[in-house]
């Protein structure tokens, strides 16, 4: 038997295990192990166990995860979310639709500092959602709205999934991040037309607030003012070169930390926040040590250069290839966390990628935003349930049709992206 | 058995509150390494507080944080999909589950094993950390000792929720 052939056996064992419920990170690293070890020796195998995850585990590259949760996790125990809605929602003022526009700008603006989509969904739906239920906004509206702005924390920067994608391609975390720049705010307005046509078509959904005063908006700023702080620190510090991408991850939980307290943070909300951020962090280097011994497998068993030589084989065209990897990540998205996925993906598509002549940046945004979209779609979408663990008493069906109109702007954001690959490049 | 379950819980969430306070530790490393930085460049390096080794403080600080966290998240931080057994009975799916933990007690214990063959490696050879020369056999003892409880926790977590789907 062929390395080759004995790595789609493991690829399919490793699908069947996930189906079977066992965790991500478990099923990769037991087959990754099992496959090395029938391709190479026993002996080697085990010897992967300590070199793999000490090598991964005290690469430096990494500090920034549990940095930017920790930095997310400050700003909701600060109850700065609650100050940004009421912020954006004095901005919109009268409009109808108004307190959805604010909570999907809110969210784009708390996903600057987040990182992550779950944390912003949650984060945005514990303040956003009661207001709006409570203004008369159709809760499919309401939910929808919320779940697919949380959506935005994968990729306006800093992002997890940026930078776990940089990480697994050795690309440059800084390029990365300001390549999510003009893709992340292109969702935030694509949403916020969403709203603005959705609203415009049935008028019903969502119910005028009250009006307010130039005076007022302009009063209304200061809840974004720790947000704009945070992430013009951030950015700031990394396009001057005052500090690394690696080192803006622990300046902004330190910016955060430090308005927390301001904020009248107490110590069992700093515990809190620890707590929280290691169970969080453990979850993802869990999939990462896993993901680590599986890619000790996948370059013995040589599937992404067989893949890479099938393919080249097809003589397909490069976008084919791209709309297939698309596909592959949208339907895989359905079934499986966004963040495991990329993990599990990347290292096989990465060559054919790069093969087909794609700019290894550009396709970062690409993938990611891809991965993105299985947050929102039937049946898992992760950020569907977090809303739906905030108002347990909508139907589930009702949220996945209020984020209906959402994927259409996503996708339609995916082909504009891919018509036009400057929209992530321009800033490089 | 209950007393070697609480030893242990105790045990590892010790280690959890540790590796809480690396990440913070972590944060402040990183923090004071920028800032005696900048102050080494603003005053054109008459000033000079700058301190060695920042980076391996936190690579290290980032995998004892990380394997000490593992013991006491072990069965609430993982991600499955269950999609395709959502109609599965409770029973059986905590029986899957303790399972899958007590596979992780196995990764666990195979990992110990071989922390504890790097330990000896080391010891003969002396090798030492890059930058602040730290003997390499302190941090794959403490390694070893980290992924041991994970073994250990593995294990019992799993006998637990096994004897737990049981009772169901």
């Not at chain 1, 209304?220 to 702080?229: E, I, N, Q, S």
């Not at chain 1, 990329?342 to 060559?351: A, W």
Request: charge should be neutral.
């Amino acid at each position: 038997m062929t390395a080759s052939v004995i790595g789609y056996i493991c690829i399919a064992a490793m699908l069947l295990m996930m189906a079977l419920r066992t965790p991500i990170s478990l099923a990769m690293a037991v087959t990754g192990f099992i496959g090395f070890t029938a391709i190479v020796a026993f002996k080697p195998a085990m010897s992967i166990l300590d070199s793999g995850p000490f090598e991964t585990l005290s690469n430096y590259g990494f500090s920034p995860i549990p940095m930017f949760i920790l930095m997310g996790v400050f700003a909701s125990k600060a109850r700065m979310s609650a100050e940004l809605f009421y912020s954006a929602r004095t901005l919109f003022g009268g409009w109808r639709g108004g307190m959805a526009l604010a909570s999907v700008s809110s969210c784009g603006v708390f996903s600057a500092i987040s990182g992550s989509s779950l944390a912003t969904a949650a984060s945005m739906s514990r303040v956003a959602l009661p207001e709006m239920l409570k203004h008369g906004y159709a809760p499919s509206l309401a939910t929808g709205t919320l779940a697919a702005g949380g959506t935005l924390g994968i990729m306006i920067p800093p992002s997890i999934a940026l930078l776990l994608y940089a990480l697994i391609t050795e690309q440059s975390v800084g390029k990365m991040f300001i390549a999510g720049i003009i893709p992340g705010l292109l969702g935030l307005g694509l949403y916020l037309l969403t709203i603005a046509v959705v609203v415009a078509l049935r008028p019903d959904l969502a119910q005028p607030s009250n009006k307010t005063s130039l005076k007022e908006k302009i009063v209304g700023l200061k809840g974004m003012l720790p947000f704009v702080l945070i992430f013009s620190v951030i950015i700031g510090g990394i396009y001057t070169g005052l500090f690394t991408p690696t080192e803006a991850a622990a300046v902004g939980a330190f910016c955060a930390l430090l308005i927390a307290i301001r904020r009248g943070m107490t110590f069992r909300d700093f515990t809190d926040a620890v707590q929280e951020t290691l169970f969080m962090s453990s979850m993802i280097f869990f999939m990462i040590l896993g993901a680590e011994i599986f890619g000790y497998f996948l370059s013995v068993s040589r599937i992404s250069y067989t893949l890479v030589e099938f393919v080249t084989s097809m003589e397909l065209a490069p976008m084919a290839i791209i709309l297939s990897i698309i596909l592959l990540y949208m339907i895989l998205g359905c079934v499986m966390d966004s963040l495991a996925m990329l993990l599990l993906t990347v290292p096989v598509v990465f060559p054919l990628v790069l093969a087909a002549g794609f700019d290894p940046i550009w396709f970062g945004v690409i993938s990611v935003i891809a991965v993105e979209l299985g947050l929102i779609t039937p049946p898992i979408g992760m950020n569907v349930f977090v809303i739906k663990s905030v108002a347990p008493e909508i139907p589930i069906l009702e949220i996945f049709k209020g984020v209906l109109p959402f994927v259409v702007a996503d996708i339609i954001r995916l082909a504009l992206l891919i018509a036009f690959p400057w929209l992530a490049l321009a800033l490089l | 058995m209950k007393a070697i379950m609480n030893t242990t819980r105790s045990i590892a969430f010790s280690m959890h509150v540790f590796s809480g306070a690396l990440l913070i530790s972590m944060m402040l490393i990183i923090i004071a390494d920028i800032v005696t930085r900048t102050i080494y460049r603003a005053t054109a390096g008459s000033f000079d507080i700058t301190f060695f080794g920042g980076i391996e403080l936190v690579s290290y600080g980032l995998l004892f944080m990380v394997f000490f966290s593992f013991p006491y998240s072990v069965s609430r931080s993982q991600v499955i999909v269950d999609f395709f057994t959502e109609k599965m009975s409770e029973k059986l799916k905590l029986m899957l589950s303790a399972f899958y933990t007590f596979c992780f007690g196995l990764l666990g214990l195979a990992m110990t094993i071989r922390f504890i063959i790097a330990v000896e490696r080391v010891a003969s050879s002396g090798e030492t950390s890059q930058d602040l020369l730290i003997p390499m056999t302190y941090i794959y003892g403490i390694t070893a000792v980290a992924t041991s409880m994970l073994a250990v926790r593995g294990f019992l977590v799993g006998i637990e929720q096994f004897f737990e789907s049981r009772n169901m």
